[in-house]
């Protein structure tokens, strides 16, 4: 893993976070210290699966595709990992309800393949 698939990891994360704080939480009021815990967990979260399912994604289409300048097989790629990834994790957040017919789940495989997709296509340079 090099340091610009670190940052693409690390900044999708973030987006997705932002997106979920405010999706989920529709611009709360008041903020407290529980919400400021809530907003970290929430990426530790994201990071995490980030690191473990999007990482070995994104490099392999590095090594084999190439080309990754807004690339639709890129997205396709994560699309199809989002899919599988919500797959699993969708029972545990859900008390086993079918994901199939919750518009917000299929919301949320787009979000994250589409974060990833346009933070690994966008001209990140890292300077070491």
Sequence with gaps: MNKRNLVIITLAAVSMT????????SFM???SKGLIFAIFLVFAV?????IIFALPILIYL??????????????????GG???????????????QSPFFTPL???YVVSTA????????A??????
Aim: aromatic fraction near 28%; charged fraction near 20%; hydrophobic fraction near 60%.
């Design 18 to 25: 932002f997106f979920y704080m405010i999706v989920e939480l």
């Design 29 to 31: 009021a008041d903020v």
């Design 46 to 50: 994201f990071f995490a699966l980030y």
């Design 62 to 79: 590095q090594r084999k595709v190439g080309d990754r300048d807004y690339s639709m097989k890129y997205f396709v790629a994560f699309l």
């Design 82 to 96: 989002s899919f599988f990834v919500h797959l699993l994790i969708n029972p545990v957040l859900n008390e086993y």
């Design 105 to 107: 789940w299929y919301v």
């Design 114 to 121: 589409l974060f990833i997709w346009l933070w690994d296509s």
């Design 123 to 128: 001209k990140v340079k890292v300077y070491a």
